[in-house]
């Protein structure tokens, strides 16, 4: 998805983190976010990219909110 975002340059907001409980994905409200005044799309492509690979390991899925 962050590849599709980059390539066709769309900007992603934020996004949220799920975390698995038993057999399905939960909020576990953990969040980021990049306001569209602090940086440009390929901004937003790194901020993400950062956010999910410092999260810690677990069994998790992100999120994406995107314009």
Do not use: T
């Given at each position: 998805l962050i590849e599709y975002c980059k390539n066709n340059k769309i900007f992603i907001?934020?996004?949220d983190v799920l975390v698995k409980?038993?057999?399905e994905y939960r909020?576990?409200?953990d969040n980021?976010?990049?306001?569209k005044d602090q940086g440009n799309y390929q901004d937003s492509i790194n901020k993400a990219k950062e956010y999910i690979t410092?999260?810690?390991k677990g069994d998790y899925a992100f999120v994406f909110v995107a314009e």
């Open positions: 907001l934020g996004g409980d038993g057999g909020h576990n409200y980021w976010y990049l306001d410092n999260y810690p």
